[in-house]
Structures are given as structure tokens and as C-alpha cells.
């Protein structure tokens, strides 16, 4: 073998494949950093006992409708959700809130202040999108009981909305 034939060290394969093994690898930590600090889990809770706590409080809320004997039915049309009271319904017609929680998305999040019109059917307009998994919940203003179902959405048939 000559001198002339030997290729300089950056024509050669070998240097390459083991230079790029730690180029990789800064590559992708660099990646992993990032995908890290991009933000907060919203899924984590920080305080445990506050949390026992409230589970608590919700669990009388749910019974609560339950002792009303609340049975409702929920339509959602396009913009337009009808909440009808079949039994329990309240006698002060107060105003409803119902809250769409989305299961993996907190910043899809929101809240829709239902009111009752004279056949005593709870109607709202909403411009938001409800496409996907979502936990709903229905409270009076003075959440006093709570009904929540958790569905998937759009559908196009009434929801049976009990305790």
C-alpha cells in the first residue's frame, strides 16, 4: 500500500460514525430539556389533604342531588345547549352553571351560565368548540348539589344527565 493510496482521516467512515454517536446525543438531550421546561403538568396536584378534603365536599354534593332525586337531559346542537329537569327540578328557577372540563387539556376549559325560560328548560349559546372526551358538571349558582357524566362529544342524542 502506498502512501498515495491512504484517504486523509475526514474521507474515511469510521471517524464520522463515531463522532456523530455523542453529536447524537446532545441532540436529543437537547430535545429532552426542552420537552421538560415547557411547562407546568397540570395533571399534578400539590396538596394531597386539600384534595382528601374536597373529594369529600364533592361527594355530599353528588349525594345531595341524589336525596332531590335530579334527573335531567342534556342536548348540545351545534351552539345551543338545553338542559330539560325531568324530577327535582329547582322551584326558584335560579340560574345553572355547566362546566366542561376536557380530560387531558385544562386550557380547554370553560363555563356556561345556563337560565331558565318559561317552560322552565335551562338554555345557553356557546361559540366554543366541544370536540373530544369531557367531563361535564352541572351546579346551581350556590353549588349546593352537583350532577356530572363524563362523554365523549359532538353527539347528536339527548344525554341522560343523573347522580
Known sequence: MEESDIKPWYKQFWPWFLICIPLSSFIVGGFVVSFATDGTNTLVVDDYYKEGKAINERLGKIEEAQTLNITTQLN?????ISVEFLSGAPQTK?????????????ERDFQVLLSADANGIYRAETDTLVNGKWRLR??????????QKTLILPTSMAISFNP
Open 138 to 147: 352541572l351546579t346551581p349558582l350556590d353549588e349546593s348539589w352537583k350532577v
Open 76 to 80: 348540545i346542537n351545534n351552539d345551543f
Open 94 to 106: 335560579q340560574a345553572l352553571k355547566l362546566d366542561f372540563y376536557h380530560v387531558t387539556l385544562a
